[in-house]
């Protein structure tokens, strides 16, 4: 079992950037496939990046070009680097292990509110 951790989140305006921190347990860390979803109030789960253990990427249209992912296999560190944010990237945002390539996730953690204002 994998425990997860995130940091990193907060109130920012519109355009600005914020990086996202996740502190995983475990031994076999750099054998997942690790994650970041998000979920709004009221809406629905949603999927933003994965990397894969060797670190091929892939993310959701709504961040692509804005958002990047990034791992430290030796530091059990996952990273979202988030540019240019808009005001409908807020949410809370949820580091988790991929359980199926690249957005079906079987853990995650606590989550870490980001709110982008206009």
């Known amino acids: 079992q994998v425990q997860l951790v995130e940091s990193g989140g907060g109130l920012v305006q519109a355009g600005g950037s914020l990086r996202l921190s996740c502190t995983a347990s475990?031994?076999?860390?750099?054998?997942?496939?690790m994650g970041w979803f998000r979920q709004a109030p009221g809406k629905e789960r949603e999927f933003v990046a994965a990397?894969?253990?060797?670190?091929?990427?892939n993310y959701a249209d709504s961040v692509k070009g804005r958002f990047t992912i990034s791992r430290d296999n030796a530091k059990n560190m996952v990273y979202l680097q988030m540019n240019s944010l808009k005001p409908e990237d807020t949410a809370v945002y949820y580091c988790?292990?991929?359980?199926?390539?690249?957005?079906?996730?079987?853990?995650w953690g606590q989550g870490t509110q980001v709110t982008v204002s206009s």
């Open positions: 475990g031994r076999t860390f750099g054998s997942y496939a």
């Open positions: 988790a292990r991929v359980s199926r390539w690249p957005s079906r996730f079987d853990s």
């Open positions: 990397i894969t253990s060797g670190g091929s990427t």
